[in-house]
Antibody
């Protein structure tokens, strides 16, 4: 059974780059079974899909939020079996709990979630 | 692409049923059979409850059921139990290669 664990700084300054890593156990980021996904949830608000990377290394980001798509990069490290999120030029609006998750390629649902990590953007 | 619309709240007494709606458009909910539902308890990560409109993952009680009609999907929780009190979110595949969540519904067990 795949398990996911997010790691990274809990505080980022405005205009800097947020960097988080999702450590994968019980599975491989090279697996063709999943899309390796990032989702976030601002305090007291709903969920927002940020994007995913798949086994070929290709990525997909939301086309409907240009302001997010232009700032997001998701990469993977097959040697360390993890994938990472980088979000540049952050503002207070990027304060959220960030989750990594798997999305099944066939059923397109977010099947397995990490516990989430809170990131606050503040000077 | 806007968030899918859910009612902010729903409630029911133990043993009763509650149904949550999730309204989108023909470009998301209405156009594809890829609607999923998630349960989130306070301070916890969401948990998949329903995928592909009406299918339950292993371990999810059959009290949870999903359906879809046109641009609106629904989640029904039958035989409400205290542990069902949580926030619920729908999600849908959206053209092209996008994924959108609902606004969320807080379910209260009276």
């Amino acid at each position: 059974q795949v398990q996911l664990q997010e790691s990274g700084p809990g505080l980022v300054k405005p205009s800097e780059t947020l960097s988080l890593t999702c450590i994968v156990s019980g599975g491989s980021v090279s697996s063709a079974s999943y899309y390796w996904t990032w989702i976030r949830q601002p305090p007291g608000k709903g969920l927002e899909w940020i994007g995913y990377i798949y086994y070929t290394g290709g990525t997909n980001y939301p086309s409907y939020t240009a302001s997010l798509k232009s700032r997001v990069t998701i990469v993977r490290d097959t040697s360390k079996n993890h994938f990472s999120l980088k979000l540049s030029s952050v503002t207070a609006a990027d304060t959220a709990v960030y989750y990594c998750a798997t999305m099944g390629q066939e059923r397109l649902s977010f099947d397995i979630w990490g516990q989430g990590t809170m990131v606050t953007v503040s000077s | 692409q806007s968030a899918l619309t859910q009612p902010p709240s729903a409630s029911g007494s133990p043993g009763q049923s509650v149904t949550i709606s999730c309204t989108g458009t023909s470009s998301d909910v209405g156009g594809y059979e890829y609607v999923s539902w998630y349960q989130q308890h306070p301070g916890k990560a969401p948990k998949l409850m329903i995928y592909e409109v009406s299918k339950r993952p292993s371990g999810v009680p059959d009290r949870f059921s999903g359906s879809k009609s046109g641009n609106t999907a629904s989640l029904t929780v039958s035989g409400l139990q205290a542990e069902d009190e949580a926030d619920y979110y729908c999600s849908s595949y959206a053209a092209i290669n996008n994924y959108v969540f609902g606004t969320g519904t807080k379910v209260t067990v009276l």
